[in-house]
């Protein structure tokens, strides 16, 4: 094939990729932040009649030229409706282009962003290896501990906290600071789409398989379904700052790289607690304005000194031929 073309094929494979992926993921998002707000809104259903039929909760809305009457059931109706709309594809679809992404942009020519030999001199398939690994390894460990500690939520919070700062920290001692962001990224995500593919979904399948049967469904798979949702709620914000982060070496640049996103992460979790807690009818400007004063700390603490230029550092002479010499050792 001429080379001239087959680039240009890569190039709207690139782009069919990341259009897929852009789309899916702002239908899952949307989904995922509808959902939430939605139960967070909900209200004690005010017919008794209602209340017998085994409604948890009701809200009213207005949207598209209609009023909608939403209920939720308390844990599953007497009757299964004939077509029950499932939420999954747009998880899986993000995931699975996002993948793609990740296999094109950095695995493919793991040189151009996935190495750096001033951070570690790895060989193009321990770099890839070592990225796959953190995706299997640290959804093992998140689902471990999210199973172990499902009964206490505090505590739970604070390990999937420190899995998170360690997800970041092991990236950033592997890669180049540019796959760093999006490696953390990444594992994040692989969280949240195997939360739906391997807890959301089997959950609610046994509950229509519970309901078929004549059996009352466990309440516990709606309770781990509905914890797993909320962590997909919190997570949502950091990944998408960890992904967006690639595109601003001010950010993934900086000296305190890995500070920067796990702050800047933080600041998106709290962000994401005060919306939460608005849709509750509570307005907590406290979390609101505390994610705004992260960023704000962020910007000033990274900002280049006046005059100064480039907001990052370039590379030495020194550190140039070395990265030049490892390269065109292994081109040759």
């Not at 995500?189 to 959301?200: E, I, K, P, R, S």
């Not at 000033?300 to 000194?305: L, N, R």
């Amino acid at each position: 094939m001429d080379p001239a073309l087959g680039a240009y094929l890569l190039d709207w494979l690139h782009l069919v990729v990341r259009w897929v992926h852009i789309a899916a993921a702002i239908a899952w998002v949307g989904a995922s932040f509808y959902f939430i707000a939605l139960d967070h809104s909900l209200r004690a259903p005010l017919d008794e009649a209602d209340e017998r039929r085994g409604i948890g909760g009701e809200a009213w809305e207005i949207h598209g030229g209609g009023f909608y009457r939403i209920e939720k059931f308390r844990l599953a109706p007497a009757r299964l409706p004939a077509s029950l709309r499932w939420f999954k594809w747009e998880a899986y679809l993000t995931w699975l282009s996002g993948f793609g992404l990740l296999v094109l942009l950095y695995y493919l020519d793991p040189f151009t962003f996935l190495i750096d030999p001033r951070v570690a001199d790895l060989e193009p398939w321990q770099a890839v290896a070592a990225s796959v690994a953190m995706l299997g390894v640290g959804w093992l460990v998140y689902d471990r501990l999210s199973r172990s500690l499902e009964e206490r939520p505090v505590l739970l919070a604070v390990a999937i906290a420190a899995l998170v700062v360690a997800a970041v920290w092991i990236s950033s001692l592997l890669f180049g600071p540019r796959a760093a962001y999006i490696q953390a990224g990444a594992t994040l995500g692989t969280w949240m789409a195997a939360n739906v593919f391997l807890v959301v979904i089997p959950g609610q399948r046994e509950l229509v398989a519970a309901k078929e049967g004549g059996r009352e469904p466990e309440a516990r798979f709606g309770a781990r379904g509905k914890q797993r949702s909320v962590h997909n709620n919190y997570l949502t914000l950091p990944v998408l700052f960890a992904m967006i982060g690639q595109h601003f070496p001010f950010t993934y640049g900086h000296a305190y790289a890995p500070l920067v996103l796990l702050a800047l992460m933080a600041a998106g979790a709290l962000a994401q607690h005060g919306l939460d807690l608005r849709h509750q009818g509570r307005t907590a400007w406290g979390a609101l304005l505390g994610a705004a004063a992260i960023a704000a700390l962020v910007a000033a603490a990274i900002a280049p000194p006046l005059g100064s230029g480039a907001p990052t550092r370039p590379f030495t002479p020194e550190e140039a031929a070395a990265v030049q010499t490892v390269v065109s050792a292994r081109c040759e």
